[in-house]
């Protein structure tokens, strides 16, 4: 498929993300302005580190005066995130040559991520079906996720720029249905794609463990429990899949 | 040593891209082993779903008791919708709808 047409597919699949990106990305750009950041820093923060739980994160210690030690920390958990996410994305890009690659690596996202993420799985069983060439589909691949990415980095970028020009307010009543797009499309996205149990399992222990973790620490309690769960539930898997080959 | 607030993001800026460019650097094109593969996706998996949490009930440390249970019964409501039409965005509007309408009765 051409790179232009799967860039578009890409681009048609970000939509949701795109209307849930509006609302926050304007938040923190007002948030960020009530913070009293500069405008330079605004855009640096939204285009460089591009991580908005993290930019949520980070605001109020960078400037109420916080050792850095101790914004860079909480920065640094909140973006270890992405370390699972691109890792599991990187096999889906054989045969690309590095630079794009390391250059496209830059919009990965929780929505950067997840998007194309069960799309390429949903393709990888079909192409097992009809014996297709995986070493031929990285470019394809990198082409779906940048129009999921790009994009969906652009709509962050111009909403935090926006929001911080404008303090922008949204008609009331209309809140709650902001906050919701983009957990529901996340939520969406991963039923659809379940199998078996292991994996419903972990999702529904995350889901909820994650409250009492983000009260113990709002910055990255959620964070360990989430990959706490999933060590255990995984291990346990093991544990089972190696007994049944024993006996 | 203090940095500067520019300084700060600038290296909060580095450690994101590091995490996000090094698995790409030795991982990309390689197929893992199966139970690698499996771990990786569970990993994911539960940070996305922490993100739902997150995102949809608290505020800082706390839980948004108010409005939790309404985000929640039109999050299942997504999931079933989402489940049984084999389509994410059906179930999206179903539970946008369900979530604004329950906001607007209260």
Excluded at chain 1, 180 to 209: D, R
Excluded at chain 2, 21 to 32: C, D, E, L, S
Excluded at chain 2, 46 to 57: D, M, R
Excluded at chain 2, 63 to 86: F, G, H, K, N, Q
Aim: hydrophobic letters at 55%; proline letters at 5%.
């Amino acid at each position: 498929m051409a790179f232009a047409q799967r860039f578009r597919q890409g681009m048609k699949a970000a939509i949701p993300v795109w209307v849930a990106f509006v609302p926050s990305s304007i938040a923190w750009g007002i948030a960020a302005q009530s913070h009293q950041l500069t405008l330079e820093e605004v855009f640096l923060m939204s285009a460089w580190v591009y991580s908005g739980p993290a930019q949520f994160a980070v605001l109020g210690p960078l400037t109420e005066g916080k050792s850095a030690l101790q914004v860079l920390a909480a920065g640094t958990l909140m973006n270890l995130r992405f370390l699972p996410m691109s890792t599991a994305l990187a096999p889906f890009f054989k045969g690309v040559k590095r630079l794009p690659l390391l250059l496209s690596s830059h919009v990965i996202s929780a929505s950067s991520f997840i998007v194309p993420y069960l799309q390429f799985q949903k393709e990888r069983e079909s192409e097992a079906l009809t014996a297709g060439d995986e070493s031929t589909r990285g470019y394809d691949n990198l082409a779906f996720f940048l129009g999921v990415g790009v994009t969906a980095f652009t709509v962050w970028v111009a909403g935090t720029m926006l929001g911080f020009s404008v303090a922008l307010g949204f008609p009331p009543g209309f809140e709650e249905a902001l906050k919701f797009i983009l957990p529901g499309y996340f939520a969406g996205l991963l039923v659809v794609e379940m199998k078996g149990w292991m994996m419903p399992l972990i999702c529904a222990v995350s889901l909820i463990a994650a409250i009492p973790g983000a009260s113990a620490s709002p910055g990255w309690g959620w964070l360990v429990v989430s990959c706490v769960v999933a060590f255990v539930g995984w291990g346990l898997e093991e544990w089972n899949l190696r007994a049944a080959r024993s006996s | 040593m203090e940095l500067t607030r520019g300084e700060i993001i600038l290296i909060l800026g580095l450690t994101a891209l590091a995490f996000r460019i090094v698995p790409q650097i030795y991982f990309a094109g390689q197929k893992f082993p199966e139970p690698w593969d499996r771990l990786l996706r569970y990993v994911s998996y539960a940070l996305l779903c922490g993100i739902i949490s997150t995102t949809l009930f608290m505020k800082g440390a706390s839980l948004e008791s108010d409005s939790a249970p309404y985000r929640a019964a039109a999050l299942i409501a997504t999931m079933v919708v989402a489940r049984w039409t084999r389509s994410a965005l059906s179930g999206l509007i179903l539970g946008t709808i369900l979530v604004s309408v329950s906001s607007w009765l209260r």
